[in-house]
């Protein structure tokens, strides 16, 4: 097997794809080794199509949105479109994760969740609509 890194810096999505099904192959047939990255894609595409979510309250969510691309990602939460509000029931709530952890939900922690993936070849987003139902 013959190692080949290739320079991806900042591959378009389709070039990204294109590479991947041709490292997929050659692996299989022990040609040659892909060292593969660039701008961030989600790992889930299924989770794009979950993007309401009706959950309990004083229940615990997870709203995941994992990526795939060049190192370093950099996760950020928004809700709402600002900056996560602090929560008293979880002062320890890590919003640079790729999922967020929502404990002991409450009515007002119904809104839009939306998750960013940046590296320096671009960026993702994805929003989840949350209605917390219950007391």
């Known amino acids: 097997m013959f190692p080949l890194f290739l320079c991806t810096y900042c591959l378009t999505p389709f070039f990204l794809n294109l590479v991947h099904a041709i490292k997929e192959l050659s692996s299989q047939r022990g040609l040659l080794s892909l060292a593969v990255s660039g701008a961030p894609t989600f790992s889930d595409l299924n989770m794009l199509k979950r ?33 996560m509000p602090p929560r008293i029931m979880d002062p320890y ?41 219950g007391k």
């Open 93 to 133: 709530l890590n919003i640079s994760l790729w999922y967020l952890k929502l404990k002991d939900l409450r009515p007002d922690d119904s809104g839009k969740y939306t998750c960013i993936v940046s590296n320096r070849c671009g960026s993702i987003n994805h929003t989840y609509i949350l209605k917390v139902v």
């Open 51 to 83: 993007s309401f979510r009706a959950w309990p309250a004083k229940h615990t969510i997870r709203l995941k949105c994992k990526a795939k691309g060049t190192t370093p990602l950099k996760y950020t939460w928004l809700k709402d479109g600002r900056k």
